[in-house]
């Protein structure tokens, strides 16, 4: 049973330890959640753990005195006829609620503390009326990276009180390695099922693991989906900079439309809705100016860190293929940002572009840079959501800059793998259809082949990124 007075944070804790996005209703508005309602945790198929998520204790003061006038020889008897007289029918409905689910369900209690509460009288009689009820109690401490957070007065109340063994387990950003804290304390406090919780322990390793291989799957289709992009610009067009800078732009709104998407799939893999206050999108793709894909800044800053030297990329955020008998204008362009690199991906592609430049067609297509923009921006957005629970309040901050560079705080291994992914797309440059063919998890879900090798080849240099950006944050 997950106890605790109201708005402590009960049903939030649930949403995070489930990944269920949809249960219950969590909300500032004192009482909330009104009725007992329950939530079973799966593992390999099977029912793991059922959770009881309970209202609030409103009035645990006068319930206590209530309790003390009752008949019975101990303090579990005397809980048993409260909740067989007509005061748990009447005035302490709510409480006896939660005091039934604990007596007649639960084989434990997860007792969750609002640290930002002063220690009031009234908390400390919770307390003694939740024991009473003769389960093991798990105090889980809420909130404790607020500011406002009493977690050390709180401490010393629930050692008062014979509550040792506490849990800290931030709803809105969970510690890393809480959840396999709270069920190893957990199966200290109920031996008889430790090695279910054992088991529940592995599940929840190997979910995250399997979690952050599909983020990094799906960066890394949308960062093949975006290096497909080809827009044709005929050559009297490319000659007036005004209709050049017009298709320059209609390019990069595809861009960031895929972006976008890709932060959506993100949000719902990690079990956030994009619509919900509390987990809205990242501010940074909203269009602010500092973290923009295609912000010159950035994107010369990412180009110098792939070794191309963004000259007309950092000025418009893509690049046209101007390479014509081994010039190129433009570092930094579609296959590679060198004369070599033009010719690294056959004559095929190569041969197109020549074709076109003949014929006065122009193709544009979204820079390497902007690529690396991209995937740095969401994969520091994965990490953010790896560290974010279900009772946070505010929109997830994934980066504060944009592009990763020395003063962003990205390590050098991180930044390499960075790279390597995007590298890793340049197949993509030579099939533009394959930025015409549904929606990400379609294609990654359709057989084997050029794309799949693609997207696995990228996805497997994010991995490495996103185990050093986690590494540092550790």
């Known amino acids: 049973a997950v106890v605790g007075h109201t708005n402590a944070g009960k049903t939030s804790l649930l949403r995070t330890l489930t990944r269920r996005v949809d249960f219950g209703e969590v909300s500032s508005r004192p009482g909330t959640t009104r009725h007992v309602e329950a939530v079973t945790l799966r593992v390999e198929g099977r029912n ?3 959770f009881l998520d309970t209202p609030g204790l409103e009035d645990a003061v ?21 909740l067989a007289g007509p005061e748990a029918r009447g005035s302490f409905e709510q409480e006896a609620k939660v005091l039934r689910a604990l007596v007649d369900e639960a084989d434990a209690a997860f007792v969750v503390i609002d640290t930002r509460e002063p220690v009031l009288p009234k908390y400390r009689d919770e307390i003694e ?18 500011a406002a957070s009493r977690e050390e007065p709180w401490r010393g109340m629930l050692a008062e009180s014979g509550l040792h063994a506490v849990v800290r387990f931030d709803a809105a950003a969970p ?43 799906l960066i890394a289709a949308q960062l093949v989906d975006c290096a497909a992009l080809r827009d044709e610009i005929q050559g009297d067009d490319w000659d007036d900079a ?18 976008q998407r890709g932060v959506e799939a993100l949000l719902s893999l990690y079990g ?16 602010r100016d500092s973290a923009d894909l295609f912000n010159p800044d950035l994107l010369k800053r990412a180009g110098l860190q792939l070794g191309s030297g963004a000259v007309v990329g950092a000025a418009l955020g893509v690049v046209a293929d101007l390479a014509v008998g081994g010039a190129s204008l433009g570092a930094g362009a579609a296959l590679g940002g060198t004369p070599g690199g033009l010719l690294s991906q056959g004559w ?23 690529l690396y923009v991209m995937a740095q921006q969401q994969l520091h957005l994965v990490h953010a959501l790896e560290q974010r629970g279900h009772g946070a309040d505010a929109p997830p901050v994934a980066a504060s800059g944009g592009a990763p560079g020395h003063g962003d705080g990205d390590d050098d291994d991180a930044m390499r793998s960075v790279a390597r992914a995007v590298v890793a797309t340049r197949p993509a440059r030579a099939h533009p259809e394959w930025a015409r063919q549904g929606g990400l998890r379609e294609r990654l879900a359709g057989p084997s082949g050029e794309y799949t090798e693609t997207v696995d080849a990228a996805a497997d240099a994010l991995q490495d990124a996103a ?8």
Do not use: W
């Not at 005004?242 to 972006?259: F, G, N, P």
């Open 348 to 370: 095929g592609p190569f041969g197109r572009r020549v074709m076109g430049l003949l014929s006065g067609v122009h193709e544009l297509s979204v820079e390497d840079a902007a």
């Open 48 to 50: 793991a753990v059922r």
């Open 129 to 146: 009326l939740l024991a009473a009820c003769g389960r093991p109690l798990m105090p889980v401490l809420n909130f404790v990276r607020d």
């Open 62 to 82: 006068a319930l206590l005195a209530h309790v003390a006038t009752l008949a019975g020889d101990t303090r579990l008897a005397r809980i048993r006829s409260f």
């Open 242 to 259: 005004a209709r050049r800078q017009c298709a320059v732009e209609q390019l990069r709104e595809k861009a960031r439309a895929r972006a």
């Open 175 to 217: 510690f890393t390695g809480a959840e396999r804290d709270l069920y190893t304390d957990l199966g200290t406090l109920l031996p008889q099922r430790r090695e279910e919780l054992r088991a529940v322990i592995a599940h929840v390793e190997r979910e995250a693991d399997e979690r952050r291989a599909e983020a990094c799957r």
């Open 467 to 474: 185990s050093a950006l986690g590494t540092r944050a550790a």
């Open 272 to 287: 956030f809705r994009a619509g919900d206050a509390a987990e809205a999108p990242l501010p940074a793709l909203e269009g």
